[in-house]
């Protein structure tokens, strides 16, 4: 089926060529940084990742998401789903392809990666992170193309593909687990070290991932002859806002125990996020951002008439969308570090190169959606016009 | 029997299956049985010295923090420290590697301190390095058994196998990790001759710490930093086996009130401080 | 056949680009290294062994020193006993191997530099100062 990714008109070939300018500049930003290191990048001794990880943490968010398609659809049948499950899966190919470079750029040896594999260490969650990222991208590949393959072939499923599909929703929740526990387990960092890590991530995942899925289903519509369907659409939609919802009062959870029980190691990270602290306040305009796009998100989601309408839709996909990337990206992972463990603060800005790399990343990402979604709509026009 | 073409496919495929599972089944089955080190990499799996073992050697560091901060700019153990394992000085605080360094009681006990604390030590610098815990944080999280516990206490650091990832320097509660984001042979241009050619550098790419000189350990000497403070006759870093209760180590706490670095976590410093 | 000139032509360049090392080095062929075993330290052993025998060293000294490197770092073990010779040495590529060899560009690099081997241990480990010779 790849052939029908190497047929499209002359948009699709500039989209395409823009990607690999992206991705051509960014590699030669990475081989700068293979060459001179690490500290090409704006991390320091005391903020040790940074933009690297902070996309692959959100990353995982969305790539988890798919599940929120497969069970409804799988589990309970849910029939205006059964066109569309196969964009999600296909947004999670591409998320966790991307997770899985955003690691290879940020690690100091890339070259002796495969350590990871020759001395497997069970009791780091990194350990297990990767086992579980590459058995959810295998597993998405294996559902994802055989089902398409089935549609196009106008069969239903083979049965072997069942399990995999069940598989595929504890799997989901287990990626974003797994990267929270990476959080979650630190004894020294105060922001991280909270029991409702792994559920933030989750209610984040939930309603990031839909809510980029509901804008590419939206673009889809609009650049090719399938339509994904309003229900469809709107049942995502729904999705996203409680999810939305949730994720909001979780952080607000957070603010709950920090400052009631007013323990300093508690509240300083979001203090620093929020207000500033010892006069060191890079974020706070990008932490109330965050949240006053998550209130205007939630508000268009939450009402009807709004979210029925498709420019007040898009406003608040997107907007959902940045504020959970600024919270989850930005805020957890710089904050966590800020203040370091001598309670002082070092700030953190990502530098050119980083950048750069950071978006061919996204555009290595943006082409293998792009490929996977040609393919998928080429066979979804197909169904539809027979 | 009639087998398929489809059918010998699928067979071959789930055995294929099998093959590469059983490598990873049998190691998180028996953890670090197919490594050909011994009781060290095991150990080091657990990520602590083995439960009900008393180990021989507990190796710790006793600072006197009150001897120490009568010294005035003295940098000696720092000066030895870097000179003998070849640490770079970077100049840019944020890329600074440092494995032993001064700092006041305000930055190392920040849950100790308040407006109240005596005129003695307020502002005063003393020594801090890895904290060698007896329940490691970072051992537990690296991905590749790079730092590991051995025995004798030390949490040591195998900079060939360091894939760089920093989960170590995340999980260290006690900002005692170094990263190498460039070069360092960089830093020594012109500076050559500085090298000490008995020990290497790290390169980019690497964590680095403190590891208590095993290197000197292993010929009976102590670590360089009490070396540099005993040839000082400050006698302000006391280094022995806490498990010998003879030690100098044990006999000075019996003496003096000590405190250790964010005992609260759970992860039972080896470097006690004299206050 | 369709495009046979396009063909051929893509065909010409393809093992235009496939030879090229061979065309390149044509002529360049090198005679095998020796290495040079005239260091001053090893010229002053009376028994002018190194720590295993000469073949052992030739086909496996990488597998012997990744075995000294997890004894010394992971195991603590720093004594190492020869089977040649039965002498104790340090375990240390700085200051075993190279307190010998340090004519790393005679020895080390002779055989590297044919094979086109660059081993980074350097990277960390300090090359010795090669006697008379300025940094």
Sequence with gaps: MIERALKGNEKYWGWVGLLLLLIGVGFACYIYQLYNGLGITGMSRDISWGVYIAQFTYLVGVAASAVMLVIPKYLHNYKKYTNVVIFGEFLAIAAVTMCMLFIIVDIGQPARVLNVLLHPTPNSILFWDMIVLNGYLIINVIVGWNTLLADKKDVPSPGWVKPFIYLSIPWAASIHTVTAFLYAGLPGRHLWLTAIMAPRFLASAFASGPSLLILLLLLVKSVSKFDPGKEAIQSLAKTVCYAMIINVFFLCMEFFTAFYSNIPGHMYSLQYLFAGLHGHDRLVPWMWTSAFLAVVGIFIMLVPPLRKQTAYLVLGCASIFLSTWIDKGVGLVIGGFIPNPFETVTEYYPTFPEIAISIAIWAIGALVLTILYKIAISVREEQQMA | MKASRREFLKLAGVSALFGLGANAAFELLTPGALEASSEVAHGAAHGEAAEGVQAATRWAMVIDVRKCILQEDCQDCVLACNSTHNIPTVGNPKEEIKWIWKDTFEHLFPDQHSQYVDEGLEGKAFPVMCNHCQYPPCVRVCPTKATFKRPDGIVMMDMHRCIGCRFCMAACPYGARSFNWRDPRKYFEGKEAMLNPEQPTRTKGVVEKCTFCPERLAKGLEPACVEACKKRKSDCLIFGNLNDPESEVRKILRKRTSIRRKPELGTQPSVFFLV | ?135
């Excluded at chain 3, 680009?17 to 062929?29: E, H, N, Q, R, V």
């Excluded at chain 3, 340090?102 to 090669?130: G, L, M, Q, R």
Aim: glycine content about 2%; proline content about 5%.
């Design chain 3, 1 to 135: 056949m369709y495009d046979l000139n396009k063909i051929l032509v893509g065909l010409a360049i393809f093992l235009l680009f496939f030879t090229f090392p061979i065309l390149y080095g044509m002529g360049s062929a090198v005679p095998a290294p020796k290495p040079k075993l005239d260091t001053p330290e090893i010229q002053k052993l009376t028994d002018k062994k190194c720590v295993e025998d000469t073949h052992f060293m030739r086909t496996s000294h990488m597998q012997f020193l990744n075995y000294w490197r997890d004894k010394a770092v992971r195991e603590d073990h720093r004594t190492y006993d020869s089977k040649l010779n039965g002498k104790k040495y340090d375990i240390s590529l700085q200051n075993t191997c190279m307190k010998c060899h340090s004519n790393k560009k005679d020895f080390c690099d002779s055989c590297h530099t044919y094979a086109s081997v660059k081993p980074y241990c350097w990277d960390c480990h300090i090359e010795p100062k090669a006697a008379k010779e300025s940094m």
